[in-house]
C-alpha cells in the first residue's frame, strides 16, 4: 500500500514537471518568432487567457498561474529579450471651440425695455396722462442662437437615428418572418387566416422593438407595467409599453387631475389594448428608479381611455 502511494506520488510529480518543462520549450519557441517581442510587450497588459487567445498557445496547462508566470519570466531570460520602450507621450489635441465671425454677439446681453402706452383723457382738467406699463428683456446673443440650433440637431439626429433603428430591426424580422407570398395564399383552405396571423405577429414585434428601443436609447421613458393573472392564480408583471415623457409629467401623476396627465392617458389606452389579449387585473406606470408612480384600476381604465 505504501509501495502504491508511493508511485502515485513520483508519476504525478513527473507529470506535472514534465508539463513544466513542455510549456517552457514552447514559449522558448514562440519568442523566437516575429510575435515574440509583441508576446512580451502585451505581458503585463493582458491575463494569460487573453494572451492564449490573441497569440494561439495553449498557457494554461498547469492549473497554477504563478507557475506560468515563472515559466514565462525565465523564458524571456534565457531568450534574452525585454520589453520596448512605449510609444513617446503626445498631449491629447483638445478640440478648440468653433471659430466665429467678429460681429456676432456673444455673452449677457444688455437689458432692454419697451414702453407700451396706455393714454387716458380726463374731460375736467382736459390733461393727457399715460397708463401704460414697461416690459424689460434680454435678446439671446448669435452665439447662443448657434448653440440652441446645435442641441436641436443632436435632439433631431437622436430622433432619425431610434426611427431609423427600428426600421432596420423589423426589416431584419420581416426577412426572417417574410409575408406570405400569393402562391402560398392560394394554395391554403383559409389565406385570410393566414394573412391576420402573419399580420399579429407582426404587430406583436414591432411592438417589442419600440420598447426595447425606447428602454435602451430613451432614457427620459418610463414603463407601463400590467399586472397580470395567470391560469394558475397566481401573477405576473409584464411591461406593456415605454412611455416618451420628456416633460417630466411623472412628477405631476399624483396630482388631484391625474386624468389629465397625458402620460395617464397614453397608459390607459395601451393597458386597455393589451387586457383585450390578457387576463389584466391592474395596470401601474413608474419612473425607471421606482420611486415614484401610480396605480390604474381597470375601472380607472376604462374611464380615462373612454
Not at 32 to 48: A, D, M, P
Not at 164 to 176: I, N, S
Request: glycine letters at 4%; hydrophobic letters at 30%; a positive charge.
Amino acid at each position: 500500500m505504501n509501495t502504491y502511494n508511493i508511485d502515485k506520488q513520483f508519476k504525478k510529480f513527473w507529470k506535472i514537471s514534465h508539463a513544466k518543462s513542455a510549456l517552457l520549450w514552447k514559449i522558448m519557441c514562440f519568442l523566437e518568432t516575429k510575435r515574440g517581442q509583441s508576446f512580451v510587450n502585451n505581458l503585463h497588459k493582458f491575463s494569460l487567457k487573453e494572451l492564449g487567445m490573441m497569440y494561439g498557445i495553449n498557457l494554461m496547462t498547469i492549473n497554477n498561474s504563478r507557475n506560468v508566470y515563472t515559466i514565462i519570466d525565465k523564458a524571456i531570460d534565457l531568450c534574452n529579450m525585454k520589453p520596448t520602450p512605449g510609444a513617446p507621450y503626445k498631449p491629447w489635441d483638445v478640440p478648440e471651440k468653433p471659430d466665429y465671425p467678429m460681429y456676432l454677439t456673444s455673452g449677457r446681453q444688455p437689458i432692454k425695455t419697451i414702453h407700451t402706452a396706455v393714454y387716458r383723457r380726463f374731460p375736467h382738467t382736459k390733461k393727457v396722462e399715460d397708463y401704460g406699463w414697461d416690459i424689460k428683456y434680454r435678446d439671446i446673443s448669435d452665439i447662443g442662437l448657434l448653440e440652441n440650433k446645435r442641441i436641436y440637431w443632436r435632439y433631431e439626429y437622436y430622433r432619425d437615428y431610434t426611427k431609423l433603428l427600428e426600421k432596420h430591426k423589423m426589416e431584419r424580422w420581416e426577412r426572417k418572418h417574410p409575408r406570405p407570398t400569393d402562391t402560398m395564399l392560394k394554395q391554403d383552405l383559409f389565406p385570410e387566416m393566414l394573412t391576420a396571423a402573419w399580420k399579429n405577429r407582426e404587430s406583436d414585434a414591432r411592438n417589442y422593438i419600440r420598447n426595447l428601443v425606447k428602454e435602451k436609447y430613451d432614457k427620459s421613458s418610463v414603463p407601463c407595467i400590467a399586472r397580470v393573472k395567470n391560469y394558475d392564480g397566481t401573477y405576473k408583471n409584464e411591461i406593456v409599453s415605454w412611455i416618451s415623457d420628456p416633460y417630466n409629467n411623472i412628477s405631476r401623476i399624483n396630482n388631484d387631475d391625474y386624468a389629465d396627465n397625458s402620460l395617464v392617458r397614453t397608459g390607459a389606452k395601451d393597458l386597455l389594448t393589451y387586457s383585450m389579449n390578457k387576463n389584466v387585473v391592474c395596470g401601474y406606470i413608474q419612473n425607471r428608479t421606482q420611486t415614484l408612480g401610480r396605480t390604474l384600476t381597470m375601472d380607472m381604465i376604462h374611464q380615462i381611455a373612454a
